[in-house]
């Protein structure tokens, strides 16, 4: 099956997993860690992306980045090729370092984000590693110290404008583990079925579709739902059934509720009886180039 592409917009959130090819322990040593963290703050400087928070294991790191004008893609491509030559420098080996493909999962950052952050910070406790939550090599400390690497004043502020207050709700709510959120943040790791599937599927958030849909035909979904009765609001209803088939794995039921209108249309649109026109042609064009890899 063909990889969905990624798409991208600027200021989308994604958390990123990258994995030891073979599940090797490629960042076990203190060294290797902090050389990981020095290239991603190097590329983080090159490209103006946030990092709201990271882990570093020992054969697998997470990251939750959120994108400027540059593309996911350009980033960890950057990050894992200089870590990868300095790896086999250092250890006379060649070849692939990393799992030939990170994977990366776009959330919701109104929804999601201190969900995801406090999952990444986690991390370590599900791992029972002696620190626990004080693990050396997350982010988890510069929230309550001193940020070197991560943007944590956003977050921070979503608890507090006081600084102290803010680091005391954050403590308390980074404490709480709860992963009841983990499926629907397409986050869960390889060991269900349902993390399977998303990553083989590659499953996308729909607010950016909607988000470069809006862009592209300049209407707002809200304007295009109900009983409307025009062929310009029937053929960007058209639009976005198209593309929602293209680029994620929403149902047909689920697109009939999104535009309030009835399943027979999106099934029907959806298995391609309708008819084309220059405007679906076009947009479609221009909605391609707006999902970038």
């Known amino acids: 099956m063909s990889r969905k ?58 990251l939750l980045i959120e994108v400027d004008d540059i593309p996911l893609s350009k980033i960890m491509q950057g990050i894992q090729q200089v870590f990868t030559q300095h790896y086999n420098r250092n250890n006379r080996t060649t070849g692939h370092v990393f799992e030939q493909r990170y994977k990366s999962y776009l959330c919701d950052r109104d929804d999601y984000l201190l969900q995801l952050i406090r999952y990444i910070h986690q991390n370590p406790v599900r791992s029972k590693l002696k620190n626990g939550i004080n693990y050396q090599w997350s982010s988890h400390n510069e929230y309550i110290v001193n940020p070197v690497l991560a943007d944590v004043h956003f977050p921070l502020s979503t608890f507090s404008d006081k600084k102290n207050k803010a680091i005391k709700g954050y403590l308390t709510f980074v404490g709480e583990l709860e992963l009841k959120d983990i499926q629907s943040m397409a986050i869960e790791e390889e060991t269900t079925e349902i993390a399977k599937n998303i990553e083989e599927r590659h499953k996308i958030a729909k607010e950016a579709l909607i988000r470069i849909i809006e862009k592209v035909t300049e209407i707002k979904i809200d304007e295009i739902k109900g009983n409307i009765k025009s062929k310009r609001v ?13 680029y994620t794995d929403v149902l047909n039921k689920e697109m009939a509720d999104l535009l309030e209108i009835g399943s027979s249309t999106t099934t029907n649109v959806s298995n391609g009886r309708y008819k084309e026109n220059d405007f679906i042609i076009k947009s479609s064009i221009e909605i391609d180039k707006n999902v970038k890899l």
């Open 5 to 62: 592409p990624r798409i991208h917009y600027e200021g989308a959130l994604y958390h990123v997993i990258v994995r030891g090819n073979n599940r090797a322990y490629i960042l076990k040593s203190g060294e290797n860690k902090e050389e990981y963290k020095k290239i991603v703050s190097k590329y983080k400087k090159r490209y103006r992306f946030k990092l709201y928070a990271y882990c570093i294991m020992d054969n697998n790191a997470h």
């Open 234 to 246: 029937s053929d960007i209803r058209k639009l976005y059934i198209i593309n929602f088939k293209k």
